[in-house]
């Protein structure tokens, strides 16, 4: 009887890239549908948690209870650090600037992080980081800067320098949890490591959320586009922990450079903008590159799904 493939542990990886990378896609179509709602950052990143962490504590104890467990004082500590690094720093920095910068050239700037992933990488080995992936770096922002408007979107960048330089730390930032992430989420788990990263950052939102608004449930359409956020950030966070614990954060961030052209996609059918040809062409580019990074993973899952079951005699 012949051998049945099964996916490897990069394969299972890069697809749980993908599934993050299309939830993230659509954060910012929701987040710009809140702002003109007149929702704060502060606020909207208070529900968010209050939305999820609930239930996730409900699930861990009836599906995983294993993962409920004390991992020491220190432990706990650094994992806390870093989730308020991934869950409140972050969005933080990022989501104040859409009020003043459009939603694609904050796209550039914050997919520039597997940059800074790759350097601090490569701080962190002291070696050189491999050329293939300066090099797709470059080929891709060359790509994400045609999806989003090439030259008019230069034009605005240069006229709100604050708002991108705010962004751009946003992506060191995000390069930085990145390369945080993968060691503890193998040691402890992605689920165990979420768990710990979600309750720091739970700690600083809400202290963060009183010093600056008085607690105010908000009106129903703005919690159900709150309850959106959560479903397209939270769950899928654990995925992208998944997927970087499997393949490490340098192959997990260029994957997830996807996100621009979902995005600019999703904007076409939710929001009804047009694509120009320079736009195909920048997707073309983003996608063609990351299948030419990831070819040997690829052919393996598809030869997987090609696979047909073969009949018993």
């Known amino acids: 009887m012949p051998k049945r493939l099964t996916l490897s542990n990069s394969a299972l990886g890069i697809l749980s890239i993908l599934i993050a990378t299309l939830c993230f896609a ?54 806390m650090l870093i989730g308020m690094l991934g869950f409140f720093c972050i969005p933080i920095t990022n989501f104040t600037t859409l009020h003043e910068l459009q939603a694609g050239i904050e796209r550039i700037l914050i997919y520039s992080y597997p940059l800074f992933v790759v350097l601090f990488e490569a701080l962190y080995r002291r070696r050189l980081p491999p050329r293939k992936f300066i090099l797709a770096f470059f080929i891709i922002q060359f790509g994400i800067f045609l999806l989003v408007g090439g030259g008019d979107a230069m034009t605005h960048l240069l006229k709100n320098i604050g708002p991108a330089a705010q962004v751009l730390f946003a992506a060191v930032q995000f390069g930085l949890y990145t390369l945080l992430l993968r060691p503890w989420a193998q040691k402890l788990g992605s689920h165990c490591y979420f ?84 736009q195909l062409m920048g997707g073309a580019v983003v996608l063609c590159t990351l299948m030419m990074l990831e070819a040997t993973t690829l052919r393996q899952i598809f030869r997987l799904w090609l696979q047909k079951p073969k009949k018993l005699p």
């Open 195 to 278: 768990l710990y990263g979600i309750t720091g950052s739970f700690i600083l939102i809400t202290i963060n959320y009183l010093y600056h608004e008085s607690f105010a449930i908000l009106d129903m359409d703005a919690m159900q586009l709150i309850f959106i956020m959560m479903l397209i950030s939270f769950p899928p966070s654990i995925f992208f922990a998944e997927g970087v614990r499997r393949i490490g954060g340098a192959r997990a961030s260029f994957i997830s450079t996807l996100g621009p052209v979902v995005t600019i996609f999703a904007a076409e059918q939710i929001l009804g903008e047009h694509l120009s040809l320079a």
């Open 26 to 79: 659509f954060q910012g179509i929701v987040i710009k549908k809140l702002l003109v709602l007149d929702v704060s950052v502060h606020a909207m990143l208070f529900w968010r948690q209050v939305l999820f962490f609930p239930p996730y504590l409900l699930y861990l104890f009836f599906c995983k209870r294993d993962v409920l467990r004390w991992i020491g004082g220190k432990d706990a500590g650094t994992v």
